[in-house]
Every structure is written in C-alpha cells, then in structure tokens.
C-alpha cells in the first residue's frame, strides 16, 4: 500500500510508465494483484480455507476501496488524473490473484 501511495503521490512527468498500449492498465493490475496477494497472506491466520467466499469478498473490497481512494488521492497531484479505467484495471489485477487463490478444486486435484 506505501508503494502504491509513493508512485500516485508522484506528478505525472516524474512517472516512467510502460511504453505500449495498454501499459498502464497492465501496471495498475500487476500492483493491485501484489495487494490482493498480500492481503490474503495476512488474512489467511483469520479467514483459512473455510471460509473461503467471504475471504474472496473481503479481499475484493478492500482493493476496490483502496483503488477508488489512491484515485481520490490522485485527484489532488499535478498532472494525475482520475480514472475509472484505472480503478478497474486495479480490481480486475485483485479479481486474477483471488480467483486463483480460490478457485473450485477439481476432483482429482488435492491440495
């Protein structure tokens, strides 16, 4: 979260961003999946694998939230702008990490 806090705190001509198509999506999706991970690493003491639906909700909101106030706080830098591209390249980088985290095990499958 302070990493993300940093580089939203930056101006905009201070920012060294991907240079393709669709980089900075990818960037915020990548940061955000980091999150997710991170988040889930600290909550899994609290959460396990036994309640792993309100686990993934949990997560899920926690990210969108923060997404939606690094945002709010890109509002005030120079030469950021708000974006809700942005805020849904953040949930979907958390949506990949809690999918894959939780997904339906197939028979065979153990774990």
Do not use: N
């Amino acid at each position: 979260m302070a990493v993300i806090f940093f580089l939203s705190h930056q101006p905009y001509e201070i920012i060294e961003l991907p240079h393709f198509a669709g980089g900075d999506k990818l960037a915020h999706a990548f940061a955000y999946a980091i999150l997710a991970a991170s988040v889930l690493f600290a909550l899994h003491p609290f959460i396990g694998d036994s309640r792993r639906k309100g686990g993934a909700i949990m997560v899920l909101l926690f990210c969108l939230l923060y997404g939606i106030s690094d945002e709010y706080h890109q509002s005030f830098i120079p030469g950021r702008v708000v974006s809700a591209w942005d805020v849904a390249a953040d949930f979907f980088g958390a949506l990949v990490v809690v999918f894959f985290r939780y997904r339906p095990k197939g028979r065979h499958e153990t774990r």
